[in-house]
């Protein structure tokens, strides 16, 4: 499988970071960092780091073949701009590669309360398939720490790209 992960804003790069180190060594992972989530991120390894000013990237191509994308976190900027197919960033501009391809794109929008203008803009996104996934905790998870919360939230982005994991258990399901 072929990924691209772009992490924007910088109140959640963290879950960003957690995503990427959960991934399995197998996926060929390609990471795009808006300004605002480079000041707070640290370089990882086993990823091509893509400059977000680039919009001539291999991955801002559609012939540049890429299951999925994901943008984890999802500045409501960024949304925004995606919903309106504008393509100013190698983000945005990928994001519209993935849309116009027909190919899986998960955004994980981060703010709360969200405004009626960004409900919008995610019901807009939807009805063209892509899917919104905020990072929302499952209660029933048997959650007790920030890493049980993190996890359940990365395995659940985790099943809507069809990446296998065992970051939670299951409802009803034994270990």
């Known amino acids: 499988m072929r990924l691209v992960v772009a992490i924007t804003g910088a109140s959640g790069v963290g879950l960003g970071k957690r995503f990427l180190n959960a991934l399995p060594k197998e996926i060929e992972t390609y990471l795009i960092l808006s300004q605002n989530a480079k000041t707070v991120f640290h370089e990882e390894e086993n990823l091509t780091i893509l400059d977000n000013e680039d919009i001539a990237a291999p991955v801002a191509s ?3 073949k890429c299951d999925a994308m994901a943008v984890i976190p999802t500045s ?3 949304l925004a701009k995606i919903a309106c ?5 190698l983000i945005t501009r990928t994001a519209g590669v993935q849309i116009k391809e027909q190919r899986k794109l998960l955004l994980a929008p981060r703010e709360m309360p969200f405004s009626p ?3 919008e803009n995610m019901l807009k996104l939807a009805n063209i398939g892509v899917i919104i996934a905020p990072p929302v905790p499952g209660y029933y998870a048997d959650i007790r720490t920030l890493e049980d919360m993190e996890d359940f939230m ?3 982005w985790f099943d809507l790209l069809g990446i296998e994991h ?3 258990q299951r409802w009803k399901e034994n270990t």
């Open 76 to 78: 409501m900027n960024t």
């Open 117 to 119: 203008i960004a409900l």
């Open 85 to 89: 197919g504008i393509a100013d960033n």
């Open 166 to 168: 065992d970051l939670f």
């Open 62 to 64: 559609g012939s540049f």
């Open 154 to 156: 990365i395995g659940k």
